[in-house]
């Protein structure tokens, strides 16, 4: 009889298990005991900025990966709010927005970019001297399994939330593929 694992390891695998539905694989690979086919049923995540409180975010003088940490939701558990990292939990279309906002500034931008795999896939930039500032931007892209999306602060950018929740970043998976 294999080692079914430490009491730890199978509650791992009970909970990583428990947000995939389950069946059997068909076909001669069956008579493998055991075997099953993984498919996730739902992904969709929508965070902020902040958690609580105002502030600004930048300027830093280099590009610096942003990290969302309220979440609203995070339906499949596929976007990570201590990193800020969205990963793929399977191969399918997924689309994705951001939105940023700040106060005017002569000295700095507003501009942010959303990124795959270090890729940078679009930008959102916006830049005056006075007054309330916002910018948003979206795309549907083709994800395999442990692809990771993220939104980054340009170098030179600096971002403004409140309580009001300005500043979010949202995904969600159309089908998969």
Same mark, same amino acid.
């Given at each position: 009889?294999?080692? =079914?694992?430490?009491?730890?390891?199978? +509650?791992?695998?009970?909970?990583?298990?428990?947000?995939?539905?389950?069946?059997?694989?068909?076909?001669? =690979?069956?008579?493998?005991? &055991?075997? %099953?086919?993984?498919?996730? $049923?739902?992904?969709? %995540?929508?965070?902020?900025?902040?958690?609580?409180? @105002?502030?600004?975010?930048? /300027?830093?003088?280099?590009?610096?990966?942003?990290?969302?940490?309220?979440? %609203?939701?995070?339906? !499949?558990? /596929?976007?990570?709010?201590?990193? &800020?990292?969205?990963?793929?939990?399977? $191969? #399918?279309?997924?689309?994705?927005? %951001?939105?940023?906002? !700040?106060? #005017?500034?002569?000295?700095?931008?507003?501009?942010?970019?959303?990124?795959? @795999?270090? +890729? +940078?896939?679009?930008? /959102?930039?916006?830049? +005056?001297? =006075?007054?309330?500032? =916002?910018?948003?931007? !979206?795309?549907?892209?083709?994800?395999?399994?442990?692809?990771?999306?993220?939104?980054?602060?340009?170098?030179?950018?600096?971002?403004?939330?409140?309580?009001?929740?300005?500043?979010?970043?949202? !995904?969600?998976?159309?089908?998969?593929?």
């Amino acid at each position: 009889q294999p080692n =079914s694992g430490s009491s730890e390891e199978r +509650q791992r695998r009970f909970v990583i298990l428990s947000q995939y539905h389950i069946s059997p694989v068909l076909g001669p =690979s069956a008579a493998v005991k &055991g075997l %099953f086919s993984l498919t996730v $049923r739902k992904v969709a %995540f929508s965070t902020s900025l902040r958690t609580f409180g @105002n502030g600004h975010t930048g /300027a830093f003088n280099t590009e610096t990966n942003l990290i969302f940490k309220h979440v %609203f939701e995070n339906i !499949g558990n /596929a976007y990570n709010p201590h990193t &800020g990292l969205f990963t793929a939990p399977v $191969r #399918g279309v997924y689309h994705f927005e %951001f939105y940023i906002h !700040g106060h #005017g500034d002569s000295l700095h931008v507003m501009s942010a970019a959303l990124v795959k @795999n270090e +890729q +940078q896939i679009c930008t /959102a930039h916006v830049s +005056q001297s =006075s007054g309330g500032l =916002s910018a948003s931007n !979206g795309v549907t892209l083709l994800l395999k399994v442990g692809d990771v999306v993220f939104v980054r602060l340009l170098d030179n950018s600096k971002l403004y939330d409140n309580a009001n929740r300005h500043n979010t970043f949202s !995904g969600h998976m159309l089908f998969t593929m």
